[in-house]
């Protein structure tokens, strides 16, 4: 069917113009909701590394970090136990962009595995507190 602008085929055009705008801005917010609900199904299903928990192993799992880098941080803190995220950049080795990299990955909780030695048969409870 042409539209030669007789019997309101500017109107007929609008239409077809604004349906096609629609079926656009529809596939588009499609594709945006399910690309956020993807992004964050990887986010649940990567737990986070404690910083002042997780072994050299663990902490060679994250991106940029290996077998050095891993044990600066353990060697980090046990004199200095973390107590926020940023502080991974005290450590050396550890930059902005290495950290950028990490921040979505890492956690800090509880106290350090290495803020001071058990006494033999010492015992913790579930929270990780000396009893």
Known sequence: MAFDGKDGSARARARWRDLRR??????????????????????????????????????????????????AIVDHRRTAPFHKIEELLLVKGIGDAIYAGLRDRITVSGESTTDAPREPGARSSASGVRD
């Open 22 to 71: 629609s079926v656009a801005a529809f596939a588009l917010g499609l594709a945006l909701a399910t690309w956020a609900i993807g992004a964050s199904a990887r986010e649940e299903a990567e737990p986070r590394i404690d910083l002042n928990r997780a072994s050299v192993e663990e902490l060679m799992s994250l991106p940029g970090v290996g077998a050095a880098k891993a044990q």
